[in-house]
């Protein structure tokens, strides 16, 4: 019995060397490794300079990927835009072209960016749209409220994107008019003191 104990000591104490011994082994891998396990919020605390930068980084990045972009769209329709230019100039052509195909979509932004690039006319995308005497507005889905209930479809989107990239179907066009909706006055107007250049569709268009 004696000597039972003996061995069940000495197994014991072998087995507890091994345990710290892979231990030992254990912490110096981790050591060796550069491994460091901590919480969230200690990342946070230890590397805030870091995240700091990072974020700066980030925000510069996104700057000037924003300038580049706007300066490509000036180079390829010759227009300034921000991205509240481009979901005015969407919402526009949705409500004036909404039931055209792809190039009468292109065609109404065409109009608008001609516009913009007139001395005659205001020199934004917003003023543009919005532009008026008293409390007659330049196109009629501002004055009667489409503008602001359309649902702008995906084909809209990528129509006002070619017009913006320098797709331009106008021939220099600066109006448009629906002969069949539009006014007597206006259609008047249209015919006595502009040039009509063509018709695509619905719509006719002028210079």
Same mark, same amino acid.
């Given at each position: 019995? $004696? +000597?039972? @104990?003996?061995? *069940?000591?000495?197994?014991?104490?072998?087995?507890?060397?091994?345990?710290? /011994?892979?231990?030992?082994?254990?912490?110096?891998?981790?050591? %060796? +490794? /550069?491994?460091?396990?901590?919480?969230?919020? %200690?990342?946070? *605390?230890? +590397?805030?300079? +870091?995240?700091?930068?990072?974020? /700066?980084? @980030?925000?510069?990045?996104?700057?000037?990927?924003? =300038?580049?972009?706007?300066?490509?769209?000036?180079?390829?329709?010759?227009?300034?835009?921000?991205?509240?230019?481009?979901?005015?100039? %969407?919402?526009?052509?949705?409500?004036? =072209?909404?039931? %055209?195909?792809? #190039?009468?979509?292109?065609?109404?932004?065409?109009? &608008?960016?001609?516009?913009?690039?007139?001395?005659?006319?205001?020199?934004?995308? #917003?003023?543009?749209?919005?532009?008026?005497?008293?409390?007659?507005?330049?196109?009629?889905?501002?004055?009667?409220?489409? $503008?602001?209930?359309?649902?702008?479809?995906?084909?809209?989107?990528?129509?006002? #994107?070619?017009?913006?990239?320098? &797709?331009?179907?106008? =021939?220099?066009?600066?109006?448009?008019?629906?002969? =069949?909706?539009?006014?007597?006055?206006?259609?008047?107007?249209?015919?006595?003191?502009?040039?009509?250049?063509?018709?695509?569709?619905?719509?006719?268009?002028? #210079?």
């Amino acid at each position: 019995m $004696y +000597n039972n @104990k003996i061995f *069940i000591m000495i197994m014991a104490g072998s087995m507890t060397m091994g345990l710290l /011994n892979s231990s030992d082994c254990l912490s110096k891998t981790i050591k %060796e +490794n /550069n491994v460091v396990i901590m919480s969230e919020n %200690e990342y946070g *605390i230890k +590397n805030r300079a +870091n995240i700091k930068k990072i974020s /700066n980084l @980030k925000r510069l990045h996104d700057e000037r990927l924003k =300038a580049y972009r706007a300066k490509q769209i000036k180079k390829a329709c010759g227009v300034s835009v921000t991205a509240t230019d481009r979901k005015i100039l %969407e919402r526009i052509v949705e409500a004036e =072209a909404g039931g %055209e195909d792809h #190039k009468g979509k292109v065609l109404v932004a065409n109009v &608008v960016l001609n516009r913009v690039k007139n001395k005659s006319f205001p020199s934004t995308i #917003k003023d543009v749209v919005f532009a008026h005497r008293g409390g007659t507005y330049q196109f009629s889905p501002i004055m009667d409220g489409r $503008y602001y209930t359309v649902n702008v479809s995906d084909d809209t989107k990528s129509a006002v #994107k070619d017009a913006l990239a320098g &797709v331009d179907h106008s =021939a220099g066009a600066l109006y448009f008019m629906e002969r =069949a909706l539009a006014d007597k006055g206006n259609v008047s107007w249209f015919d006595r003191c502009l040039t009509r250049l063509f018709r695509y569709h619905c719509h006719e268009f002028y #210079k």
